[in-house]
């Protein structure tokens, strides 16, 4: 089977409707949203460490496992 390069279609895929950009545009905003809840996270725990190593090294003990 030969293909004309003159008779060949080309593909375009199908154009995006509105909805599925704003769908993008949520999937981004719960991205960003998890990104910075992590973030809170993590500053929490770091913060929550260094009350642990102050207080051992200035010899009061804090128990964070309860």
Known sequence: ???SA???V???PPSAP??????A?????????AVAQTNAKATASA????AQ???ELT?????ISA
């Open 53 to 55: 190593a102050t207080g």
């Open 10 to 12: 080309r593909y375009t």
């Open 18 to 23: 509105a909805a599925a950009s704003e769908a």
């Open 47 to 50: 913060g929550a460490a260094l």
């Open 25 to 33: 545009a949520k999937i981004v905003d719960l991205t960003q949203l």
């Open 6 to 8: 003159a008779n060949a």
């Open 1 to 3: 089977m030969q293909v």
């Open 59 to 63: 010899g009061v003990l804090v128990n």
